[in-house]
């Protein structure tokens, strides 16, 4: 009877050794790299579908931050709430990421005010027209500068960790200025703008080496930095949020359309796959002119 029993626990364990090797397999075949983590819910929002997680370092991946996560299919359970200790799975592939198996542990955490809810987006304003800015080669430049060209503008910072958030930013633009620039007979009068809410780290030369990743043309697309006051301001005017820490930056999405006459003509408040949108909304800037234009001083650049 024991040997009976010996045996069985044996070819359980290798029935599990081999469901184990299979699942590596799937992953290794697919993509997908999985890592558990711990950490504490800083903000749920149920109609994107996202948790925002102040999580513990992951080892060989990221170190500890807060980061907004995009919930799997199964979508954010029940009963998940700010101040919340949670357990869950992070997977990535080199296109997206999302979060699973969302466990609370229990525990509730006071959470600082700076979580607070978030202020009313206002329009784009004057006053950051003549604001300094450094772009990728070290010049200094303004808004002002780029006055009578079709502008796409988003905000990112380069050390993202989530293939799906700033690095999908920025293949957004990679995508849509290739786009423009394949495109025949169209005016060359339009630019691509990546501001960076992390400038104390993305120095020039990391903004260059960036976008040399993107194969970015700095005659059509800059990414700028420049003092943390004056990002915030234009971040605010955009209706951008971010909240720095820990080497990362919990924010939301905003890509501007400005047309050639200077005038907000398109806000789009997520990230995914916008290329063909931004590509589009850029053509359609591009046949703007000041004489039919018609905008309010408020959200003219």
Known sequence: MMSKVIVGIMLWGALLIGASAVARADSAETGIRTFAVEGVVQKVDAVSGTITIRHEAITNYMAAMTMPFKAGGGGIPGGIQPGQQVRFELHVTANESWVDQIRPTGQIVPLPQAMAAAQPPSPLHSPLLDAPFTNELGQRVTLADFHGQALAITFFYTRCPLPDYCPRLSRNFQEASGRLAGRSGLPANWHFLSVTFDPDFDTPERLRSYGQAYAYDPAHWSFLSGSPEIIAGLARSAGVQYTPGGGTIDHNFRTLIVDTAGHLQ?????????????????????????AVAISTPQNRL
């Open 266 to 290: 398109m806000v789009f408040p997520t990230g995914g796959n916008l290329s063909d949108q931004i590509a589009a909304e850029m053509v359609k800037a591009l046949a703007a002119t000041n």
